[in-house]
T-cell receptor
Framework: DQQVKQNSPSLSVQEGRISILNCDYT??????FLWYKKYPAEGPTFLIS?????DKNEDGRFTVFLNKSAKHLSLHIVPSQPGDSAVYFC???????????FGTGTRLQVFP | NAGVTQTPKFQVLKTGQSMTLQCAQD?????MYWYRQDPGMGLRLIYY???????DKGEVPNGYNVSRLNKREFSLRLESAAPSQTSVYFC???????????FGPGTRLLVL
């Protein structure tokens, strides 16, 4: 039973446009949500996070939105750059634990 | 600071051979983790250690053992490697209060 779903395996966006990556979850105990970015042959790196008490968190070109009632979050990248081409993982955490549950990832390609 | 380091970077084993993957962190984190990443599967937790001297099973522990040697080091052992254990293995660490996990560069393992 997949608790975290990233239904789009891949996404292709033109440089300068907006990239929107989506993540759906089923566990209502998740209270903290992280996004990781992964380049080939490297480990995942932390990108941005959001607590369940918020519905939006912004960091430069990256914004994460959380809709708790729909159990849905999204990562917006504006404007997209070729260096953003990577695999993005959604990784929620349950209340009172430090374990993350990773989605299957979305491969973003930003072309000129 | 080196962050999280893993050795080796790449290893080829024959079925039935054993090996130990090494991980060390210099961020004074209490929690450490071992994940495997397979195509289309995201990152799955093998074992984790909430503190020195404690270890617990994750989602896919079968065929693996771990040792939390001290606060810095957390090793993963394959006693009798199988082709199904061909994967990329990532070690991570975190401060429980902060929640963000920091990953090593990964070990690519091929079992023939």
């Amino acid at each position: 039973d997949q608790q975290v779903k990233q239904n789009s395996p891949s996404l292709s966006v033109q440089e300068g446009r907006i990239s929107i990556l989506n993540c759906d979850y089923t566990n209502s105990m998740f209270d903290y949500f992280l996004w990781y970015k992964k380049y080939p042959a490297e480990g995942p790196t932390f990108l941005i996070s959001i607590s369940s008490i918020k519905d939006k968190n912004e960091d430069g070109r990256f914004t994460v939105f959380l809709n708790k009632s729909a159990k849905h979050l999204s990562l917006h990248i504006v404007p997209s750059q070729p260096g953003d081409s990577a695999v993005y993982f959604c990784a929620p955490r349950s209340y009172n634990t430090d374990k993350l549950i990773f989605g299957t990832g979305t491969r973003l390609q930003v072309f000129p | 600071n080196a962050g999280v380091t893993q050795t080796p970077k790449f290893q080829v084993l024959k079925t039935g051979q054993s090996m130990t993957l090494q991980c060390a962190q210099d961020m004074n984190h209490n929690s450490m983790y071992w994940y495997r990443q397979d195509p289309g599967m995201g990152l799955r937790l093998i074992y984790y250690s909430a503190s020195e001297g404690t270890t617990d099973k994750g989602e896919v522990p079968n065929g693996y053992n771990v040792s939390r040697l001290n606060k810095r080091e957390f090793s993963l052992r394959l006693e009798s490697a199988a082709p199904s254990q061909t994967s990329v293995y990532f070690c991570a660490s975190s401060d429980y209060r902060e929640g963000t996990q920091y990953f090593g560069p990964g070990t690519r393992l091929l079992v023939l």
